[in-house]
């Protein structure tokens, strides 16, 4: 089965900012919206963004206008850059590839950022 595939964590400083990428294979994907998750220690995956194939782009409250999402179709890639990052950014980053329906189906094995404070 496809699978998207993260990159582009790693440890950074409060303040700073990272870029992370998601690729995945197939031209199906061009007709699916993109997205990432994150996963804190402890805490329950929750939602940061959506790209859908149209172009329009959602933020979780958390992260908007410190994130911005974008996507190349060309390549099937989804780009998330985070700016201003704080140490409750501090998760496991999962890329998402959505359903027609909408729904969150396909999952990378997410890529680690750390902030520290």
């Known amino acids: 089965q496809v699978q998207p595939v993260e990159s582009g964590g790693g440890l950074v400083q409060a303040g700073g900012s990272l870029s992370l990428s998601c690729a995945a294979s197939g031209s199906i994907f061009n007709r699916n919206a993109m997205g990432w998750y994150r996963q804190a220690p402890g805490k329950e995956r929750e939602w940061v963004a959506t790209?859908?194939?149209?172009?329009?782009?959602n933020y979780a409250d958390s992260v908007k206008g410190r994130f911005t999402i974008s996507r190349d179709i060309r390549w099937n890639t989804v780009y998330l850059r985070m700016n201003n990052l704080k140490a409750e950014d501090t998760a496991v980053y999962y890329c998402?590839?959505?359903?027609?329906?909408?729904?969150?189906?396909?999952w990378g094995q997410g890529t680690q950022v750390t902030v520290s404070s």
């Open positions: 998402t590839i959505y359903s027609t329906l909408g729904q969150p189906t396909l």
């Open positions: 790209r859908s194939s149209a172009g329009g782009s």
